[in-house]
């Protein structure tokens, strides 16, 4: 899987920025808004960040993502913690995210799209 991540930040066109979520420091839904609103500058992108998944994709879909790669460490502990329905709506939306159509807006044309590691 680490491959995976790794051809996938060959494919991208500026310069990327990493961004690191330990599973095993998500123990709620409260912690992982929290701390994927930090990692993804949520106060940059819109009037406060919501801190549920609605929030999550506006943040998202207002190019939060461009150029980052997330790797979500010890995800099966994230998982375990947040339940496997409420886990699995967060990497849909991520997935979402990565699946976005940036490049029908030429201002995006350079960046790259939001990619998402479970590891």
């Known amino acids: 899987q680490q491959n995976r ?68 460490t010890n995800a099966e502990i994230s998982k375990q913690n947040l339940g496997e329905e409420y886990f699995n709506l967060i990497v849909e939306t991520l997935r979402d995210a990565e699946n976005y159509p940036w490049h029908q807006w030429p201002q995006y044309a350079e960046d790259s799209p939001f990619k998402l590691c479970l590891e």
């Open 5 to 72: 991540c790794t051809n996938r930040k060959m494919e991208m066109k500026k310069s990327i920025n990493d961004l690191y979520l330990n599973g095993k420091s998500i123990q709620t839904k409260a912690d992982f808004h929290k701390k994927i609103g930090d990692l993804l500058n949520a106060q940059n992108f819109i009037d406060g960040y919501g801190y549920n998944l609605d929030a999550l994709w506006d943040i998202l879909s207002s190019g939060a993502g461009l150029n980052c790669i997330l790797h979500w």
